[in-house]
Each structure stands twice: as structure tokens, then as C-alpha cells.
């Protein structure tokens, strides 16, 4: 793999879930910025420890004069779920055009979309070139923050199409599916769900498949995904090997003792199971964290005290 060295990078939306590991491992070799909103302190503070410098900005409403222009590469991690069509278009859309704009001299932008953008089709693996659509509309009666999630996704890549072709800056659009690890994720509400005792919620298309992805993983495979931008952008799967919310919460009940209980509803999301050849034939198939070592790992670093 690829490895970034002495560059100058940009990590926007810096204390997600994602992109926070993503910031502090490129911060070992690289001079990285991160901004980000930063209500909560110890974030700022962790990363900061890590070697970021971190500065106050709200993408909804950029005011960017703070943060230097001269960037090597830029990462967009940024992401608004509050149901509100207004603030989420404003954050997950808005924000790509500024941030572009201000950082046109950068060699490569990396904008992190999410495999929620496909349209639902019921026991199908998804390919880059197929249809988009609205995926999260189901969730809207028990979640409504995530009614907005997949069209204002949809709306942000093509933002990023219009900034890389607008200011002439190469652009990769990963399409994130299931990320996980020691910094939280599906699995770990999984994990907690079970702990509680509550049933997990499947769609009733079972098995429920995805492509969860290690957050060691993730930040692997960052330099290989930047090399591969383009104008107009290269838009890649960014997903591990397949599998199934049924598995990896068996995996989790076999490490805490407890067996899971499932409950079918129509109000969550169905399987988005995805082709990972393109992403291969960019980052390389060579096995890196496997599911089970990677829960295991979760499990440890998250809640020790429910290890059998």
C-alpha cells in the first residue's frame, strides 16, 4: 500500500467516527489540519495529543479565513444527520463547493459518500454504475433523523462532480459501506443492544448483508484512494468482505455469552450487499483486518467488562 509522508493535508469533519482515526494516523507523518465544530472538547483535545491542529469551523455556514489554502490533499468526512432538509443540504452539500473552492490548489479530494445512495433492490450486490435512490426513507418512522441521509448524499456527490470539473481539482468518491472498529460504529450499537437485552431489528430480506470495514482499513487505504482521483471523479465501493448484521451479531453474542434476539420490521434498513472489485483493483486484495479479529478488537477496546 501506498503510504503519505511530509504532505500537507486537510481533514474535514475531523471528529467523526471515521475520520478521527483517519486524522490522528495521518498526523504521525503529515503536517494534517482538521476542523470541525469541536462541541465536544476531549475530541479536540485527543486529537490535538495526536498532533492536528485543530480550528473551529462550521461547514453549514464556512468561514474558512482562519485555514490556510495550500493543501496537499483534502479529506471531506463531514456529515449533518438532524432530519432538518434545510441544515442537512446546507452541511452535506453546501459545504463541498467551499471547501473546494478554498482548497483548489490541492493535488487530490477525497469527498467520503456512503453506499446508502443505492437504490434498494432486494437481493442484489451493488455496483458502482447502479441506480441511486432514496435508502433511508424506511428508517423514518423510528429514526427520523436519517430521513434525509441518502438524497442529501446523493445531492453531495454531485457537488463534488461540479467542484473538481469547477476548479479543476482531481476527486475520488468512496462510497463508504459499514464502518467499524475500536471508535464506534453499527456493530458497536449492536454490541450495546445486546448487552441491554434488546432484540436487533432486521429487515425482513434476510440475510441483512453488508460490507463492514475495519477503521485500520480505512485509513490504509486513503493514499491508494487519492491516487486514483480524477477529474471527473473516480467513485469506488469503500467496503471489506461481505457479510450480515445476523453474523457479526452472532460473532459478538459467542464473545460476551450472550445469544442475540432478532426482531423483523419493515422500519430499517434493508441489505446493501456491494461489489468490491473496483476498490481491489485500486487498493489491492490483500486481507487485512478480518471480521472476527476486528469485533474481538472492538469489544476489547470498548467494553472489556462483558468479555466472557
Not at 6 to 22: R, S, Y
Not at 61 to 80: C, K, M, R, T
Not at 281 to 287: K, R
Amino acid at each position: 500500500m501506498p503510504r503519505l509522508h511530509g504532505e500537507k493535508i486537510l481533514v474535514v469533519g475531523c471528529t467523526g467516527q471515521v475520520a478521527m482515526p483517519v486524522a490522528k494516523a495521518l498526523a504521525a507523518d503529515n503536517d494534517v489540519w482538521g476542523i470541525a465544530r469541536f462541541t465536544n472538547a476531549a475530541a479536540r483535545e485527543d486529537l490535538e495529543a495526536a498532533g492536528v491542529t485543530c480550528q473551529t469551523v462550521d461547514v453549514a455556514e464556512p468561514d474558512l479565513a482562519s485555514v490556510p489554502d495550500d493543501f496537499s490533499y483534502v479529506l471531506n468526512f463531514s456529515v449533518a444527520r438532524t432530519g432538518s432538509w434545510t441544515g442537512d443540504l446546507d452541511t452535506n452539500v453546501g459545504a463541498v463547493t467551499y471547501v473546494v473552492e478554498h482548497c483548489r490548489a490541492a493535488t487530490a479530494f477525497l469527498h467520503c459518500s456512503t453506499t446508502g445512495v443505492y437504490q434498494p433492490r432486494p437481493d442484489h450486490v451493488f455496483a458502482e454504475d447502479d441506480p441511486l435512490g432514496d435508502n433511508h426513507r424506511p428508517w423514518e418512522p423510528s429514526m427520523p433523523f436519517l430521513s434525509t441521509y441518502s438524497i442529501s448524499k446523493i445531492a453531495s456527490e454531485a457537488a463534488a462532480r461540479y467542484a473538481a470539473r469547477r476548479w479543476d481539482v482531481p476527486t475520488v468518491i468512496p462510497r463508504l459501506a459499514v464502518p467499524y472498529g475500536d471508535n464506534g460504529g453499527w456493530p458497536a450499537f449492536h454490541l450495546e443492544m445486546l448487552a441491554a437485552g434488546m432484540a436487533i431489528p432486521l429487515h425482513p430480506d434476510r440475510p441483512n448483508r453488508f460490507n463492514p470495514i475495519h477503521e485500520d482499513d480505512i485509513v490504509a487505504t486513503v493514499p491508494a484512494l487519492l491516487e486514483a482521483a480524477t477529474i471527473p471523479p473516480t467513485v469506488v465501493n469503500w467496503a471489506g468482505a461481505e457479510s450480515s448484521i445476523e453474523d457479526w451479531c452472532s460473532q459478538l453474542g459467542n464473545l460476551i455469552g450472550i445469544e442475540p434476539k432478532f426482531e423483523e420490521t419493515e422500519e430499517t434498513i434493508a441489505g446493501v450487499p456491494v461489489d468490491t472489485t473496483r476498490f481491489e483493483a485500486l487498493a489491492g486484495t490483500e486481507p487485512r483486518v478480518a471480521l472476527d479479529d476486528g469485533l474481538r478488537r472492538m469489544v476489547v477496546a470498548r467494553r472489556p467488562d462483558l468479555l466472557t
